[in-house]
């Protein structure tokens, strides 16, 4: 292998440090939707939190095999903890917050307030007619 990643005892100090996951958001109807990547990281070993109209999302991606005897020829994944807050619009029902871990991705799910949906307005003529 060509890609010596580090010498023994370099790669914890390396490999273990704060990182950013990916995150998307996105507005549809009735909620707000964020989305993270985190593969690797178990659902206990992470905390969403909403205060004062923010969501702090916070976690860890352990390291998962100690090479003490081994050779590492590569390490390019990031383990350690995360922390992203974010601030949510006006109108949230933060009671109502959902989340799902599945297959590396983390979806939480922020319904809206009824007054804060859209509303169709009619628009209404003149009565009289030309």
Same mark, same amino acid.
């Given at each position: 292998?060509? %890609?010596?990643?580090?010498?023994?005892?370099?790669?914890?100090?390396?490999?273990?440090?704060?990182?950013?996951?990916?995150?998307?958001?996105?507005?549809?109807?009735?909620?707000?939707?964020?989305?993270?990547?985190?593969?690797?990281? %178990?659902?206990?070993?992470?905390?969403?939190?909403?205060? %004062?109209?923010?969501?702090?999302?916070?976690?860890?991606?352990?390291?998962?095999?100690?090479?003490?005897?081994?050779?590492?020829?590569?390490?390019?994944?990031?383990?350690?903890?995360?922390?992203?807050?974010?601030?949510?619009?006006?109108?949230?029902?933060?009671?109502?917050?959902?989340?799902?871990?599945? %297959?590396?991705?983390?979806?939480?799910?922020?319904?809206?307030?009824?007054?804060?949906?859209?509303?169709?307005?009619?628009?209404?003529?003149?009565?009289?007619?030309?």
């Amino acid at each position: 292998f060509e %890609d010596m990643a580090t010498q023994k005892g370099e790669e914890k100090d390396l490999m273990t440090h704060t990182w950013a996951p990916s995150v998307d958001i996105y507005e549809t109807e009735n909620e707000v939707v964020l989305s993270a990547e985190i593969p690797g990281v %178990d659902e206990k070993d992470v905390e969403i939190k909403v205060e %004062d109209n923010n969501l702090t999302l916070r976690g860890e991606r352990k390291f998962e095999k100690e090479t003490k005897e081994e050779t590492v020829y590569l390490y390019e994944r990031t383990f350690g903890s995360f922390s992203r807050l974010f601030t949510l619009p006006e109108g949230i029902d933060a009671a109502h917050i959902k989340s799902e871990l599945k %297959d590396g991705v983390l979806t939480v799910v922020i319904p809206k307030l009824p007054a804060m949906k859209p509303q169709k307005i009619e628009v209404q003529t003149g009565g009289e007619k030309h």
